[in-house]
């Protein structure tokens, strides 16, 4: 691969493993508590596609990754304040923060609610020091809900809606009203998973939304059932199934 190659090649980091690859082709390579040596095992595959200069996306699975909806106050003055009130959400809602934990979050909105991740400091450590050791270039590093809907965003046609992404025995489903997110989770599906996010998006569109308007699910895998009246729509899957 030259070093001016245009060619993205996408990185899956799992709560034991990393993925590169779709498919038959699919290079999956498995660790213990962070990712280091899985990634320098990558690098040194001939086929890994690990060269100087090369461009990577990174995603953490969701089964990684804590997420919430950000409403912010008003008054925050820059970013210090910002940083500090997320600090205290993370806190109070998942019991996560520094050191062992870094929060991501798009930078300069603070008028409309938006979607930030916490993902383990090793994991984030282990992906910067391999990206400097090979020289690397890297494009969005993200949560694997995030990527999913900046990847589907264009398809999400519909202002009153959710999106889920199912992969691997866990849905994310996040939640919108007028085209602002309202709420996000994400848990494992178990023997009453389906039947819990179901209620749990019945609840939101009749807290959100107008009495009789119906929304749309737009599904990433199979999803949760609908309440009456929506639609559900199947998406295209990244094709990190397997």
Not at 22 to 42: E, H, I, S, V
Not at 90 to 95: I, M, Q
Not at 120 to 130: K, L, Q
Not at 210 to 220: D, K, M, R, S, T
């Amino acid at each position: 691969m030259s070093r001016f190659s245009a060619e993205v090649r996408s990185l899956l980091i799992e709560h034991d493993a990393i993925r590169v690859g779709r498919g038959a082709t699919q290079k999956r390579l498995g660790y213990q508590w962070a990712p280091d040596a899985a990634l320098t095992a990558l690098a040194a595959a001939p086929d890994g596609g690990v060269q100087r200069g090369s461009r990577w996306d990174v995603v953490f699975a969701d089964a990684v990754v804590r997420y919430l909806i950000v409403h912010w106050p008003p008054g925050l003055r820059g970013g210090p304040e910002c940083e500090a009130f997320l600090a205290l959400r993370f806190r109070e809602v998942h019991g996560v923060g520094a050191p062992e934990w870094r929060i991501v979050v798009e930078r300069g909105a603070t008028d409309f609610p938006v979607i930030a991740c916490a993902v383990p400091a090793a994991h984030v450590e282990a992906v910067a020091a391999w990206g400097r050791e090979h020289r690397l270039r890297f494009g969005s590093v993200t949560g694997e809900f995030v990527a999913a809907y900046n990847r589907v965003r264009p398809e999400l046609d519909n202002p009153f809606g959710a999106l889920a992404v199912q992969r691997d025995g866990r849905v994310t489903l996040g939640f919108w009203r007028d085209a602002q997110w309202q709420s996000l989770r994400s848990q494992p599906l178990g023997p009453a998973g389906d039947a819990s996010l179901a209620l749990y998006l019945e609840s939101r569109s009749l807290r959100s939304g107008v009495p009789g308007e119906a929304g749309v699910l737009y599904c990433i895998g199979e999803g949760p059932r609908v309440p009456a009246g929506w639609r559900k729509v199947a998406l295209h899957a990244e094709g990190w199934e397997g």
